[in-house]
Nanobody, 119 residues
Framework: QVQLVESGGGLVQAGGSLRLSCAASGRTFSSYAMGWFRQAPGKEREFVAAITWRGDIITYADSVKGRFTIARDNAENTLYLQMNSLKPEDTAVYYC????????????WGQGTQVTVSS
């Protein structure tokens, strides 16, 4: 089992920045591929960014490319999402997720943290 707890969400004006954290506990965090997803009201959950267990392969949704940065600290069992140049359309509940390999499905999810960007 892997337990994931997100933090760092909040209210920010458009153009501002936030850094989300995802603290992991349980089985070996460093062996899991990790990702960030988000879900806006009335919309389906969508992919934001992902990182392999070694951090050598990173992918982003086109909508956040150049503005968001995903990173991980395996020594601290923590996943990060640095969000810059935030837009109102980034408003959503953000979730971190873990999976045992790059080609597996995400099977561990956090409870989510709310990000609200005002115009």
């Amino acid at each position: 089992q892997v337990q994931l707890v997100e933090s760092g969400g909040g209210l920010v004006q458009a153009g501002g920045s936030l850094r989300l954290s995802c603290a992991a506990s349980g089985r070996t965090f460093s062996s899991y591929a990790m990702g960030w997803f988000r879900q806006a009201p009335g919309k389906e959950r969508e992919f934001v960014a992902a990182i392999t267990w070694r951090g050598d392969i990173i992918t982003y949704a086109d909508s956040v490319k150049g503005r968001f940065t995903i990173a991980r600290d395996n020594a601290e069992n923590t996943l990060y999402l640095q969000m810059n140049s935030l837009k109102p359309e980034d408003t959503a509940v953000y979730y971190c997720a873990a999976k045992p390999s790059a080609w597996a499905s995400y099977n561990y999810w956090g409870q989510g943290t709310q990000v609200t960007v005002s115009s």
